[in-house]
């Protein structure tokens, strides 16, 4: 891959370009999410199993596409990569509302999957490749806002369209347009394959033992921190205590506390110092244990303002120390990796938390919460292993 003698032109409009890229990417699979119930209306003669894959489907694919971006990257600029994933975002997010068959609808989730597997890794990488290590905290920690952000502006808007129609929904995906026009007219058309110091590529197995502590590490966050709006509002109407009606404004507070952890990530690791791995970990374990202990309205609305900052906070400290450590090669190295491993756990956390369930429910009030603070005694002990760069 290619040095550079300087650090490419640092324009704001640039950088609007690849932060943008960050509205789009991690709540892509669930932005129509609060359609669900409407659309499976439309289709009640289909299996409900596949209703619900309209939000699960998009996160495999995302999975499969990380697996072949390097090939993608030693064939295409980032910018041609990054013009084609959100051609496959926009386009087959907004065409999934043309169609009254359920599997036309899928295979155009399935688009939407391939084109943020593209997208996500050149959304940080992007950030490592073309800005020095001493901008790229601050700037990982923009990205992370950014995400959580899109996830609240997509989750507002795919609800207010459902209430004309199920298929309106679907347009919540014409935000990809904003990064179109940004991309589209500011970045440069530049390849960021990666080669070793011999000049030899990577092998994915390499890439893997080389980084699998970040790789590992940001499974287990995605896990613990996709326990709550997984469980949230059943365990909250169980409860009792909180009306119905609120649990949405309680959820989106949680997302804005994750939008301010990603702007004051440099802040935090400043305050925390070597200590900042053990950040994410430890408030996740007394956010959920606020939630099954006291619970109410303090548990409550402390717990989840502790599950936000953890999330906002822990995945740009993960990002950026795997950045860090691949350096200008990390697009196509171990943030795709990451990226995969973050989709993985999205997908699978339903199904491990059904396993527990089906072990121990009944058995534990709040199972959720205390199995989500288990998982971060043990993200606390696996971010041990995380050495700053």
Known sequence: MKKREKPFNHKKSFMAGILSLSLLTIMAGAAVAPALGVIQAYFSDTNPLFVQMIISIPAIFIVITNFIFPKLCRTFGAKTLVMIGLLFYTAGGCAAGLFSNIALVLVMRALVGIGVGIIMPLSTGLLAFYFPPRMQGKLMGQSSAMNQMGGVVATLLSGILAGFSWRASFLVYLMGLISIVLCGIFMPDEKIQQQTEDGEKKKAGRVFRENYVYVVGMFLLMTIFFIYPSNFAMETVADGVIPQQLIAVIMAMMDFVAFIGGLTFVKARRVCKGKTKYLAPVLFFIGYLLMALPGGWAGTLTGS????????????????????????????????LISAALYLAQFLCPVIMSAVTAVLGGIVPHLPYYFAALLALIFCLWSSQIRHE
């Open 305 to 336: 303002a502790m599950i936000g900052f953890a999330n906002g906070a822990g995945i740009p400290f993960i990002i950026s120390e795997a950045s860090m450590k691949a350096g200008k090669s990390a697009a196509v190295t171990v943030l795709p």
